[in-house]
């Protein structure tokens, strides 16, 4: 064994393509279950149950196909911790010189490799990971010498580079972008349909009972768990959604029901994330469907956006800022983080369905992230490392490379600008348009400050009046500042207090 190379795959690398296995078509591999990486943050049952399970059935694959694999499930070999544990364990039983390993997604695990050499007396040699449409150096080409880096231009050169939804260099439909289409609320009495189930098999089973034991006291339940956990899993799921939801996505993309946490979409975040379905192939058979007349160009082009320009673009911006993006604190926001982010006990109707989503099936979707549980963080100025970990924590699709920007940039708006041109914040008249939370909600979306007062509302206000010496300037906020300035003193000051108070209670 010594003779050759150790590939080391991780628990997101689930790719038969991926470039370390590609690089060495006859060389051993190892895969670990590692507590260090189950519990650097406290991820969610249901996560840690995904990415453990879709890990065996993988090394089961490459053992189908001829591999040496030596997998170390977790706690078994119970001086095993970290990756230089597995790989020291590797070196002593074997005698390895030399690791191959495609790049991680995480800049703390890409800092870790680069010490391995060193540490462990062998020679690595780091990858890129080319399961991503644009490499580091394209997206820095594309970003130099740019004052703002923005998704939309990005996204276009990637429709320019693919062909996707293009007609020569021109975009299909004569328009890049039909998200203006896509912003209706669910018509009254409306049912999205039933998702395929995966049922889990002795693999997932057992890893059930494992995480139970475990992690049974990190966040979430693992009695919902309906996550695809091989290629073909992944697969008919998707196939499921093209024929069911993907008609009606573009429409109801941002809607939100209570009852109905997935509504119509496409749950394949974190199967491509993970290496179970590929990115480019998604998109195609997305592209597929408007072609054959079965898909309108609203429904097709908000999904390949979703994946071609903000998945591509939230990477690079990622991998060319890190690691001081993640310290930034644009607001200097420092409140903590309240208890019912983790338990979803609030009189607010709309923050207990995106929580009790979550806390059940490792899910909610962008609005409810963005608009609803990022929303409320932003106005009540949550800490954003606080609000950085519980993203990563909860969600099954969530790795540092993807969460960190949408969450630091896009919901908190807490890196000044880089990732969006303006905070996404928004009073509870947005959630109201786009839901049917509000009428089932203890406060009132009506009423602007008081006691029974949607918070939203005053939150909103008193947000914009703290930091008007940030914002005021901001082209897109004229408006708001303009209202602002022609609001009744008397309200003025009921919409302060009533924040203040608010936010004193929830210190």
């Not at 919901?411 to 009073?427: E, I, N, Q, R, T």
Request: charged share 25%; with cysteine; hydrophobic share 40%.
């Amino acid at each position: 064994m010594s003779d050759q190379p150790l590939i080391l795959v991780l628990g997101d690398q689930l790719s038969p393509n991926l470039s370390s296995l590609v690089a060495a078509p006859d060389a051993p591999v190892l895969m670990a279950e590692l507590a260090d990486e189950a519990s650097y943050v406290r991820h969610h049952q249901q996560k840690i149950a995904l990415i453990f399970s879709a890990m065996r059935h993988f090394s089961e694959s490459l053992r189908a196909k001829g591999r040496a694999v030596t997998y170390l499930e977790y706690g078994v070999e119970k001086s095993i911790s970290a990756f230089t544990d597995a790989l020291s364990l590797m070196v002593s039983r074997h005698n390895i010189t030399r690791l191959i390993v495609t790049e991680p997604g995480e800049w703390r695990l890409k800092n870790e490799m680069q010490s391995w050499s060193a540490k462990l007396g062998i020679d690595v040699e780091i990858l890129p990971d080319t399961r991503f449409l644009a490499s580091h150096d394209e997206f820095a080409q594309w970003a130099d010498g740019k004052k703002q880096l923005r998704m939309e231009f990005f996204y276009r050169e990637m429709r320019r580079k693919t062909g996707l939804l293009m007609e020569g260099d021109q975009p299909l439909g004569g328009q890049w972008n039909y998200d203006a289409d896509n912003r209706k609320k669910l018509p009254k009495g409306h049912t999205p349909p039933a998702r395929l189930a995966c049922p889990p098999d002795a693999i997932t089973k057992d890893v059930l009972k494992l995480v139970g034991q475990h992690f049974g006291n990190h966040i979430g339940t693992l009695d919902k768990f309906n996550w695809p956990v091989t290629p073909a899993q992944a697969e008919a799921q998707f196939a499921h959604w093209l024929d069911f939801c993907l008609p009606h996505f573009g429409d109801y993309q941002d809607a939100m029901k209570t009852g109905e946490a997935f509504l119509y979409h496409g749950l394949v975040g974190a199967a491509i994330n993970l290496g179970l379905l590929d990115p480019l192939a998604v998109c195609r058979a997305a592209e597929a469907r408007y072609h054959s007349g079965k898909a309108p160009l609203n429904a097709v082009e908000g999904f390949v956006r979703q994946i071609l320009g903000w998945r591509e673009f939230i990477r690079g911006l990622y991998w060319l800022k890190m690691p001081d993006y993640a310290d930034s604190n644009f607001f200097d926001h420092n409140r903590k983080l309240p208890d019912f982010y983790y338990s979803g006990e609030t009189d607010m109707a709309c923050m207990r369905e995106a929580i009790g989503a979550t806390r059940e099936h490792a899910y909610a979707h962008h609005i409810q992230r963005l608009m609803v549980t990022g929303n409320f963080a932003l106005l009540a100025g949550l800490a954003p490392d606080a609000v950085n970990r519980w993203y990563l924590e909860v969600y099954a699709d969530a790795f540092e490379w993807v969460q960190l920007p949408n969450t630091h940039g896009m919901a908190l708006f807490a890196d000044g600008g880089v990732v969006g041109s303006k905070p996404y914040s928004a009073s509870g008249a947005y959630i109201n348009r786009m839901s049917n939370h509000c009428s089932s909600c203890a406060y009132k979306v009506k009423e602007s400050y008081g006691e029974t007062a949607c918070p939203f509302n005053y939150l909103y206000w008193d947000f914009m009046i703290r930091h008007r010496d940030k914002l005021g300037n901001n082209p897109r906020m004229g408006m708001v500042y303009r209202n602002l300035d022609k609001m009744d003193a008397d309200k003025r000051r009921g919409v302060e207090a009533s924040a203040k108070t608010f936010l004193e209670q929830l210190s």
